[in-house]
């Protein structure tokens, strides 16, 4: 099942913070967030494992709250460069091999 | 750089014609994923594989087919194509469930 993401676009200045937010029906054993450029492969960001266990950049901070089967990614003090279309992909669980991936956000960052 | 080698980078096909998309996973990788991304749109999965063997499949058509080899590379075969397939074709790769996935860098698939 696609996890849903929230907002679908943004737009901000050059400093603005960000919150983008990826919700699941279905109980989550994992969250990855990727950011994409246009025409480019997506990278990788950040993992959240059912737990409380993380591994990302280090300048990249993200919450999952398990029991809402809900993550948020929180971009502060954006640049220009953190422009692209964010994703994050969830597995439902064990038993289960489906990385699947939201339909994306789109920020833009703009001076 | 990832580690994850998918070749070839741009394909040009015709209508009808069959292709094959290979992808080498980083090392010590397990897992071999395949996704379609058409234009602006998200991440189609359409399957997985773990040391060889088939374990997740997406709404992947019955014209495709994907297998992984004892080596760990995986093969993505597009048969009778149709102008509908031209998109990109990602592989990645990770070491398992729970663990950070991995891009290639894509084949851009064109049917004319």
């Known amino acids: 099942q696609q996890p849903v993401q929230s907002p679908q676009a943004v737009i901000l200045r050059e400093g603005e913070d960000a919150v983008i937010n990826c919700s699941s029906s279905k109980a989550l054993y994992s969250v990855h967030w990727y950011r994409q450029k246009h025409g480019e492969a997506p990278v990788f960001l950040m993992i959240?494992?059912?737990?409380?266990e993380q591994k990302g950049h280090e300048k990249i901070s993200a919450s999952f709250n398990e029991k809402k089967q809900q993550s948020s990614l929180y971009l502060t003090a954006s640049q220009l460069s953190y422009s692209g279309t964010y994703f994050c992909g969830t597995y439902s669980g064990a038993g289960s091999y489906q990385l699947t991936f939201g339909k994306g956000t789109k920020l833009s960052v703009i001076p | 750089d990832s580690g994850v080698t998918q070749t070839p980078k741009h394909l040009i096909t015709a209508t009808g014609q069959r292709v094959t998309l290979r992808c080498s996973p980083r090392?010590?990788?397990?897992?071999v994923y395949w996704y379609q991304q058409s234009l602006d749109q998200g991440l189609q999965f359409l399957i997985q594989?773990?040391?060889?063997?088939?374990?997740a499949k997406g709404n992947i058509l019955e014209r495709f087919s994907a297998q992984q080899f004892p080596d760990l590379h995986s093969e993505l075969n597009l048969s009778s194509l149709e102008l509908g397939d031209s998109a990109l074709y990602f592989c990645?790769?990770?070491?398992?469930?729970?663990?950070?996935?991995?891009f290639g860098q894509g084949t851009r698939l064109t049917v004319v």
């Open positions: 990645a790769s990770s070491g398992g469930v729970g663990t950070e996935a991995f």
């Open positions: 090392s010590g990788d397990l897992s």
């Open positions: 959240l494992l059912k737990g409380g």
């Open positions: 594989y773990y040391n060889g063997e088939e374990r």
